[in-house]
């Protein structure tokens, strides 16, 4: 059982930014961003495998970094230039898959999330 641990959520203003840690027990070829906010679907943000080839979810494109440091068992997700749209649950992910995806499905090990609200 892989135990993930986020950190780093908080209030932010519009146009700030962010980092978000996610600690693994241990590693996994694959680990992603997922969020969630009242009347949305939950959504893949980015993905990223070991390699540091990433995916990431058009509304983020050129926002967002998605990295990992392999060493330390740790993924980043750098925000900038945050929009209220952003104000969600981020929660860490990972799976031991040799393809980047940002279905939820297909992740079986899941962080307890940290919340990220974006004031205007």
């Known amino acids: 059982q892989v135990q993930l641990v986020e950190s780093g959520g908080g209030s932010v203003e519009a146009g700030g930014s962010l980092r978000l840690s996610c600690v693994a027990s241990e590693y996994t070829y694959v680990m992603a961003w997922f969020r969630q906010s009242p009347g949305k679907e939950h959504e893949g943000v980015a993905s990223?495998?070991?390699?540091?080839?990433?995916l990431y979810t058009d509304s983020v494109k050129g926002r967002f970094t998605v990295s990992r440091d392999i060493a330390k068992n740790t993924l980043y997700l750098d925000m900038t230039n945050i929009r209220p749209d952003d104000t969600a649950m981020y929660y860490c992910?990972?799976?031991?898959?040799?393809?980047?995806?940002?279905?939820?499905?297909?992740?079986?090990?899941w962080g307890q999330g940290t919340q990220v609200t974006v004031s205007s």
């Open positions: 990223i495998d070991r390699g540091d080839r990433a």
């Open positions: 992910a990972a799976e031991n898959m040799m393809a980047l995806t940002l279905e939820a499905g297909r992740y079986a090990y």
